[in-house]
T-cell receptor, first 112, second 115 residues
Framework: GDSVTQTEGQVALSEEDFLTIHCNYS??????LFWYVQYPGEGPQFLFRASRDKEKGSSRGFEATYNKEATSFHLQKASVQESDSAVYYCALSEFNTGKLTFGDGTVLTVKP | NAGVIQTPRHKVTGKGQEATLWCEPISGHSAVFWYRQTIVQGLEFLTY????????DSGMPKERFSAQMPNQSHSTLKIQSTQPQDSAVYLC?????????????FGPGTRLLVL
């Protein structure tokens, strides 16, 4: 079946540091790729998506580029803030159904 | 737009009791999804409706879990004879249309604790 791998389980940074969270996927078809962010006590919030190779998604200073050859969709932000502290999930969507398969999540902690 | 509404936000049941969870999707959205979130398993797909019709329940535990969507404004997830391993956050999501690239918007979840 389809799967998503996030390399980092936890990331600790200081404000204004550069962020990278690695996401690789395995899928039989040509999935859409998503990043979601989850704050305590809330459901996952949509951050952005990309649907085709080389497409860049972005929102709130976060960005990722769909790389079909490398099967990757790495999340980056140039300068993180304390308010970015949350859990970040990479996900893929099955083409026919839209069913989401999530990675294990990455806990981002940003210290002031 | 109120977003996806889920009730109750928290529910505590005794082992063997029944639990019913409610979801109101975003108005006008044609697809509704249910997921379960636990520390051990992460976020897992349970079931999916399109225009109120059940499409895929491949993630549902077969014997005690059932889901319905009697009208376009709400869906229910029912767990019979709850067990401690059913303790989780149950998340409902909706999307405007069905299909791979459409965005799913999640509710806040119902935290179920089975004692």
């Amino acid at each position: 079946g389809d799967s998503v791998t996030q390399t980092e389980g936890q990331v600790a940074l200081s404000e204004e540091d550069f962020l990278t969270i690695h996401c690789n996927y395995s899928a039989s078809g040509y999935p859409a790729l998503f990043w979601y962010v989850q704050y305590p006590g809330e459901g996952p919030q949509f951050l952005f998506r990309a649907s085709r190779d080389k497409e860049k998604g972005s929102s709130r200073g976060f960005e990722a580029t769909y790389n079909k050859e490398a099967t990757s969709f790495h999340l980056q932000k140039a300068s993180v803030q304390e308010s970015d502290s949350a859990v970040y999930y990479c996900a893929l969507s099955e083409f026919n159904t839209g069913k989401l398969t999530f990675g294990d999540g990455t806990v981002l902690t940003v210290k002031p | 737009n109120a977003g996806v509404i889920q009730t109750p936000r928290h529910k505590v049941t005794g082992k063997g009791q029944e639990a019913t969870l409610w979801c109101e999707p975003i108005s006008g959205h044609s697809a509704v999804f249910w997921y379960r979130q636990t520390i051990v398993q992460g976020l897992e797909f349970l079931t999916y409706f399109r225009n109120q019709a059940p499409i895929d329940d491949s993630g549902m535990p077969k014997e005690r879990f059932s889901a319905q969507m009697p009208n376009q404004s709400h869906s229910t997830l029912k767990i019979q004879s709850t067990q401690p391993q059913d303790s989780a956050v149950y998340l409902c999501a909706s999307s405007l249309v069905w299909g791979g690239s459409d965005t799913q918007y999640f509710g806040p979840g119902t935290r179920l604790l089975v004692l």
